[in-house]
């Protein structure tokens, strides 16, 4: 009479024993994870990617839905150069939560560097309608437009981007890009000269401003934006023939020669070098070393030859004329 209350007490037991076993697996299947997604979280702020790397991959062993791991080895990859891993991770992670800005940005950013820009583009899009606050989001959307030549597409998302970030060398640089682009002169020299005013100092920067200066006629301030742009890359090859074109117009034909020789010694196959320092030769009486260039220059390319003539003709002209006067 007695074992059958015997028996279910026995079974209640025993399944109970069980559902605490199971609880206890789940509450260490949890304490271990976010011991993962906090080790993976550290090594990635201090660029210990293969700790990192370790750790998030852990914690998707088990869960292997888990966004935040998911979406930081795309950033880890990424950040190791691994464009294609990168993005296996950033589109799973987009797959998990298609309304996390970041990682729509992230996947936009990976488009532009692939050259994919009307994909880019619809990633931007996406990230700024889920976050229309975000100036990272605005500039980048407004520089993928500009990349393709859309500046009036570009120009409002950078705006609104410097109404966010006032003072971000970076959005005042795109702003200067833009307006250059349109060949609106005054503008890009505005915001290129609030850019270094905000703390840019890239080449890139200096140069571009050299050139909008040199374009407006302010040579003097060309001059220097160009040699800002040398300190930060000496073998910057466009900039090294800018300078030589600003100083053979001023009838600096050493200067202008010294320049042309170390942007052909940079590379001996970019003929714009050549044709200038075979114009700064003549202009400065080396008849034979000018000679020999234009040889050089007939037998690669015939309009390349007739180039360097007309930079020397131009240049005598303006010389007879100053000397005219």
């Known amino acids: 009479m007695n074992t059958m209350p015997i028996r279910k007490q026995l079974l209640f037991v025993l399944s109970f024993t069980m559902l605490l076993a199971i609880f206890a697996g789940l509450a260490n299947t949890q304490d ?5 997604l906090q080790k993976g979280a550290k090594g990635l702020l201090a660029k210990e990617y293969t700790q990192a790397l370790e750790n998030y991959k852990s914690a998707l062993r088990l869960t292997p839905d888990n966004f935040e791991a998911v ?30 800005p970041e990682v729509g940005n992230n ?25 229309s ?23 409002p998302a950078l705006h609104r981007a410097r109404e966010l970030e006032p003072d971000k060398a970076i959005i005042l640089f795109s702003l200067g890009s833009c307006y250059a682009a349109a060949d609106n002169l005054d503008s890009a020299e505005f ?45 910057h090859k466009e900039c090294l023939q800018s300078l030589g074109m600003l100083y053979l117009s001023e009838g600096r034909y050493g200067e202008s020669a010294e320049q042309a020789r170390r942007v052909v010694d940079i590379d001996s196959m970019f003929n714009a070098g050549w044709v200038l320092l075979g114009a700064a030769y003549a202009l400065d009486d080396m008849a034979v070393q000018a000679d020999s260039i234009l040889e050089r220059l007939f037998a690669v390319d ?12 131009r240049e005598y002209k303006k010389k007879k004329a100053k000397q005219g006067h």
Do not use: C, H, W
């Open 133 to 155: 606050n975000s100036a990272v989001y605005l500039t980048n959307l407004g520089r993928e437009y500009s990349k393709i030549g859309r500046i009036s597409r570009a120009l």
């Open 191 to 235: 915001y290129f000269e609030r850019s270094v005013a905000a703390g840019g100092s890239t080449a890139q920067l200096f140069y571009f401003l050299g050139t909008v200066k040199r374009r407006l006629g302010k040579n003097e301030d060309a001059e220097k934006s160009f040699k800002k742009t040398l300190v930060y890359e000496p073998d």
């Open 107 to 131: 996947l936009g950013v990976l488009s532009s560097n692939e050259g994919n820009s009307s994909e880019a583009i619809k990633y931007f899009e996406t990230a700024v309608k889920l976050d």
């Open 302 to 313: 015939s309009a390349m030859g007739f180039q360097m003539l007309d930079i020397v003709t």
């Open 71 to 100: 979406k930081n080895l795309g950033v880890i990859y990424s950040a190791l150069g691994d464009q294609k891993q990168a993005r296996v991770y950033f589109e799973r992670a987009y797959q998990i939560n298609p309304l996390e």
């Open 32 to 36: 271990s994870l976010q011991i993962y």
